[in-house]
């Protein structure tokens, strides 16, 4: 069985930073890529970014670019995403999810249960 775990979020003021995990097990160890996503109260889910597993290349919403970070450890089996100057608009559920297929932007097969980011003016 495909797992993907989510862990880090937590309460933090305005312009401070966490630093999500996403554990994968199972048949994500051959997705193509990871997402990262966020769906804060009343909006529809949103893509916040990617990386492709085999070369690491990431990819950003605008709305995050220069604030987010994703990353993968070398086993490959987790995901990172440090996400810094944090303001309240951040707020939301962040959920990752694995892709299967080539691409980035595309639906995703896999997701986790999401871990809550709140951040506090």
């Known amino acids: 069985q495909v797992q993907l775990v989510e862990s880090g979020g937590g309460l933090v003021e305005a312009g401070g930073s966490l630093r999500l995990s996403c554990a994968a097990s199972?048949?994500?160890?051959?997705?193509?890529?990871m997402g990262w996503f966020r769906q804060a109260p009343g909006k529809e889910r949103e893509f916040v970014g990617g990386?492709?597993?085999?070369?690491?290349?990431?990819f950003y919403a605008d709305s995050v670019k220069g604030r987010f970070t994703i990353s993968r450890d070398n086993g490959r089996n987790t995901v990172y995403l440090q996400v810094n100057s944090l303001k309240p608009d951040d707020t939301a559920v962040y959920y990752c999810?694995?892709?299967?297929?080539?691409?980035?932007?595309?639906?995703?097969?896999?997701w986790g249960q999401g871990t809550q980011v709140t951040v506090s003016s």
């Open positions: 999810a694995a892709r299967r297929r080539p691409g980035i932007y595309g639906d995703y097969d896999y």
């Open positions: 199972g048949r994500t160890f051959s997705a193509y890529s």
């Open positions: 990386i492709v597993w085999s070369s690491g290349l990431t």
